[in-house]
């Protein structure tokens, strides 16, 4: 099985993205982590967390109404 690559994850974009570029990718290149980036310029900044940590971001999000 070929290792997955920190230094080219695979991105996969956000399905309540609208058009444009404003828009959250993730990956999970590795069991431990969880990256995160704004689809502008998605080299720029990347955020890393756990899955565990991820997990109860997503958790949090889903409760807040949405804005918009």
Known sequence: MK???LSRPTWQKSSY???GNSCVHIA???PTSVLLT???DPAATILTAAPNTFAA???VLKKEPARG
């Open 3 to 5: 290792e997955p690559s």
């Open 17 to 19: 993205c609208p058009e």
């Open 28 to 30: 999970a290149p590795t």
């Open 38 to 40: 704004e689809s502008g």
């Open 57 to 59: 971001l997503i958790a």
